[in-house]
């Protein structure tokens, strides 16, 4: 009984009610036989305040294992569904106000430390049960598990049944991936499925209840068997999660698993392609792409965080962290030859976004990019994408130029093949043109300023030059509805009017002004 239940808080009557029907005793005579065990110097557990716990789950497993019988898995089963399968009530509380359940004794009858070892308990059952139980006769308790974890998941698969089982779903999926799997699935199968409401806000003391369910992804990831399957169920979570600005989102922790520089996976570099080509990519083309783009090297380095391990499974223990540079190299070449092939599938949306991560890109794929873009017809393109594409590679350009002393830098004659394409892709359109001098204080010209040999009174004149000549080409050309499609399009409307204020379009524009704010 202790084995099985591990931790318990003798406050919860609920806690004491299981525990007595696992040792099959009433609570008060278990507990007068536990104050018996603590006297010995090697007790296997111990009391901290109102918790009783053992002290080593492992230990005491060894020491017990082979005691296991089927009455003590028949109790144990008893007690499963009502702790495990307890509805959290803080759910019914509006997303916002959850963090105050306990100030307003909104709690579950169990307690957290309780249902988690439950759940840990079924997850060590299931890794050695089989081979170590030697009193079970011809029952296995990996079935056995499977079943009782299966029944657990889809009684209910909303977002209440998922919040409710809450962080204990790492180890039930541990102890069986299948039933995990096919519950998650199940649970995702409408166009816009209520687990969804797990990646709704809650409030800064919360914890994030959908994080269980990417913790969980990664235990079992870990088994090359189930990463199909996990990279299919995080795909569509990333679909349905509002918003991937979480730094564990379900995106993230598919670039984690597939990051080609550390091994977060069993995967080897060509299963990990294969996964992305035959799975992602088939099914799932925009994660995909979003995928694919984080995958590369960043610019000026990166760090890989923490992927969850199972706690009994040896699917994980002969994983190296570290990768040989060749087959890392390899790896980025391969990722963005299919970046490229994407790109072309959806060039309009999917163009821009390219061409802000040019510079990740390794120098085969680099060059061949850069001869697609000067063969590309860009006049079949609308004016807002080759807007979008020619700021970005403004920006490129401009930034590179600065800093051409730097290792990062890119060689001159790339940059200057870049600015061939700025001069095809840039719109004809005055305003679109010079746009981007009304979008920053200080925009980035392709010849920049060397800001650290200029003054900053300097940078000033040369930004309003520009902004000046800008303006007069503009109301030359188009008049003063030219100069108002300027203020209601641009970022920073105040320094149109800053300009024309200090520059000879003043008195030119005055009168016209003036009716135009009237």
């Known amino acids: 009984a202790i084995l099985m239940a591990t931790k318990w808080d003798t406050r919860k009557e609920k806690d004491k009610e299981a525990v007595s029907i696992l040792a099959d005793i009433p609570y008060n005579q278990l507990e007068n036989k536990l104050y018996e065990l603590t006297s010995f110097d090697d007790s296997p557990l111990r009391i901290v305040g109102s918790f009783w716990q053992v002290v080593s789950k492992n230990d005491l497993w060894s020491l017990i294992a082979r005691k296991i019988n089927r009455q003590s898995i028949d109790r144990l089963e008893n007690v499963v569904f009502d702790v495990l399968g307890e509805s959290e009530p803080s759910f019914d509380l509006p997303p916002e106000d959850r963090w105050l359940a306990g100030i307003k004794n909104i709690a579950p009858a169990y307690s957290e430390g309780l249902k988690f070892e439950l759940a840990d308990t079924l997850a060590l059952l299931s890794a050695f049960g089989d081979y170590e139980c030697q009193s079970m006769g011809e029952i296995k308790l990996t079935d056995q598990v499977v079943y009782w974890v299966r029944k657990l998941l889809m009684k209910d698969i909303s977002a209440r049944g998922w919040y409710s089982i809450g962080r204990n779903l790492i ?20 166009s816009d499925p209520s687990i969804g409401q797990l990646f709704i806000e ?36 990333s679909e349905i999660c509002p918003s991937e600005a979480y730094s564990n989102s379900p995106l993230n922790t598919l670039k984690e698993i597939f990051l080609g520089w550390i091994n977060n996976t069993s995967a080897t570099h060509e299963e990990r392609l294969q996964i992305i080509d035959s799975v992602l990519i088939r099914y799932y083309p925009e994660v995909a792409w979003k995928l694919l783009i984080l995958l590369l090297p960043e610019d000026h380095g990166s760090f890989s965080r923490y992927i969850c391990k199972p706690n009994y499974r040896d699917w994980a223990d002969s994983i190296q962290k570290g990768v040989f540079d060749k087959k890392y190299y390899l790896y980025v070449e391969l990722l963005a030859a299919r970046i490229i092939t994407l790109a072309d599938s959806q060039s309009e949306s999917r163009y821009p976004e390219l061409v802000k991560n040019m510079t990740r890109l390794p120098k085969k794929a680099f060059d061949e990019l850069i001869r697609k873009f000067l063969l590309v017809n860009w006049d079949e393109m609308s004016n807002e994408v080759r807007l979008r594409i020619s700021n970005e590679l403004r920006s490129i350009i401009s930034t590179h130029r600065e800093f051409e002393d730097n290792k990062w830098a890119l060689p001159k004659e790339f940059i200057d093949k870049l600015e061939e394409i700025f001069s095809l892709v840039t719109p004809d359109d005055l305003l679109q043109k010079n746009n981007y001098l009304f979008n920053e204080h200080y925009p980035q010209f392709i010849d920049p300023i060397l800001r650290k040999e200029t003054k900053h009174q300097e940078l000033d004149q040369i930004v309003e030059s520009a902004r000046t000549e800008a303006l007069l080409e503009i109301y ?13 399009g641009c970022t920073l409307p105040d320094q149109v009017g800053y300009v024309i204020a200090k520059s000879e379009l003043r008195n030119i524009l005055e009168s016209e002004l003036l009716d135009w704010l009237e």
């Open 476 to 488: 030359q050309t188009m008049g003063i509805d030219g100069i108002k499609r300027l203020v209601t």
């Open 171 to 190: 180890p039930l999926a541990e102890a069986a991936p299948e039933s995990f799997l096919q519950s998650l699935e199940s649970s995702m199968e409408e």
């Open 202 to 237: 809650q409030g800064m003391f919360c914890e994030y209840r959908y994080l269980n369910l990417l913790w969980a992804l990664e235990t079992i990831s870990w088994n090359l068997n189930y990463l199909p399957r996990v990279s299919l169920a995080l795909a569509r979570l």
